[in-house]
């Protein structure tokens, strides 16, 4: 694929004013804001996700499922482990590092929340404020029977099949699986900041497959309130969206921030 062309002037222009005059901004990523870290993206990628079944006869989402791991738990921390190993020795790149930024800016934009879909742990290593892993991080696994919990760098470690070193049990990353419930700390947390309310409301990076992930976009948009996304590819959002930048998001949000401090 050809590099994403660099964002028009004219537009990061515009996107700067409405970030310099918002008060409250949320920002929803997903797996094309770590793409420039090196990690794959879920969608249309080769590699582990590359056709329709796994070497196990199943899809990557039955693979990655609950289910699956309560029944065949070896099926879903093979791919887990696969997932640790494409994220490893990955560091943050521009746009987490400019969102990082925003976030613990103390003067407008004045609140930053970043509400990611991302497992990597990037946004948290590049050191964002109010930060809302809606689908946990790979880094933090737990145990399935005990309150054993600990953070680990990377799976090097880790066997095939992970056990409590107090009570033998199975581990888990504390990651959502699909068919799993959202976790309910973070899921609260959200609906809380949309309580809130925002008056800008990005969308980088991310295909926007979820309700949850499309939600904020339509209360905005039915509030008459400004929405961005920063993407080089169409997604369901695309239509419905005022300004639309297709482009990467490390060098789209590099070059807003820079027009930011120029004006600021
Ligand atoms: P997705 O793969 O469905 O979509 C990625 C989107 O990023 C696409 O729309 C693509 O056009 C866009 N993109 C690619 N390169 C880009 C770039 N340089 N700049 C901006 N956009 C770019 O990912 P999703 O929407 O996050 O949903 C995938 C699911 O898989 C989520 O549940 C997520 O938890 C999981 N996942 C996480 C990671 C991660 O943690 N890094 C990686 C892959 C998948
Ligand atoms: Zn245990």
């Given at each position: 694929m050809n590099a994403p062309s660099p964002p028009s002037p004219a537009l990061v222009q515009r996107v700067a004013a409405l970030v310099a005059d918002a008060r409250r901004i949320l920002c929803v990523t997903g797996a094309g804001v770590s793409a420039e870290s090196g990690l794959p993206t879920y969608r249309g990628v080769g590699g582990i996700y590359d056709g329709e079944n796994t070497g196990d006869g199943m899809t990557i989402e039955e693979a990655l499922s609950g289910p699956v791991?309560?029944?065949?738990p070896e099926i879903t921390w093979?791919?887990?482990?696969?997932?640790?190993?494409?994220?490893?020795?990955a560091v943050p790149n521009a746009a987490h590092e400019v969102l990082a930024r925003w976030s613990n800016c103390t003067r407008p934009p004045a609140e930053?929340?970043?509400?990611?879909?991302?497992?990597?742990?990037?946004h948290s290593a590049a050191g964002s404020q109010n930060l809302i892993e809606?689908?946990?991080?790979?880094?933090r696994l737990r145990c399935t029977s005990c309150p054993w919990r600990a953070r680990v760098q990377n799976y090097e470690q880790l066997s095939a099949l992970p056990c409590c070193v107090d009570c033998g049990?199975?581990?888990r990353p504390e990651v959502v699986l699909f068919e799993e419930m959202l976790p309910e700390s973070p899921t609260q947390q959200l609906q809380a900041q949309l309580t809130l309310g925002f008056d800008l409301v990005f969308s980088i990076g991310?295909?926007?497959?979820?309700?949850y992930i499309v939600q904020p976009v339509v209360m905005a948009k039915h509030q008459g309130l400004p929405t961005v996304e920063i993407n080089p590819h169409e997604t369901t959002i695309s239509s419905l969206v005022d300004l639309r930048l297709?482009?990467?998001?490390?060098?789209?949000?590099?070059a807003i921030d820079q027009a930011l401090s120029e004006e600021g």
């Amino acid at each position: 694929m050809n590099a994403p062309s660099p964002p028009s002037p004219a537009l990061v222009q515009r996107v700067a004013a409405l970030v310099a005059d918002a008060r409250r901004i949320l920002c929803v990523t997903g797996a094309g804001v770590s793409a420039e870290s090196g990690l794959p993206t879920y969608r249309g990628v080769g590699g582990i996700y590359d056709g329709e079944n796994t070497g196990d006869g199943m899809t990557i989402e039955e693979a990655l499922s609950g289910p699956v791991f309560r029944r065949r738990p070896e099926i879903t921390w093979r791919y887990l482990l696969e997932i640790e190993r494409a994220c490893r020795g990955a560091v943050p790149n521009a746009a987490h590092e400019v969102l990082a930024r925003w976030s613990n800016c103390t003067r407008p934009p004045a609140e930053v929340w970043v509400l990611t879909q991302n497992v990597d742990g990037l946004h948290s290593a590049a050191g964002s404020q109010n930060l809302i892993e809606i689908h946990g991080d790979l880094h933090r696994l737990r145990c399935t029977s005990c309150p054993w919990r600990a953070r680990v760098q990377n799976y090097e470690q880790l066997s095939a099949l992970p056990c409590c070193v107090d009570c033998g049990a199975l581990l888990r990353p504390e990651v959502v699986l699909f068919e799993e419930m959202l976790p309910e700390s973070p899921t609260q947390q959200l609906q809380a900041q949309l309580t809130l309310g925002f008056d800008l409301v990005f969308s980088i990076g991310t295909s926007s497959q979820f309700p949850y992930i499309v939600q904020p976009v339509v209360m905005a948009k039915h509030q008459g309130l400004p929405t961005v996304e920063i993407n080089p590819h169409e997604t369901t959002i695309s239509s419905l969206v005022d300004l639309r930048l297709a482009c990467s998001a490390g060098a789209t949000l590099r070059a807003i921030d820079q027009a930011l401090s120029e004006e600021g």
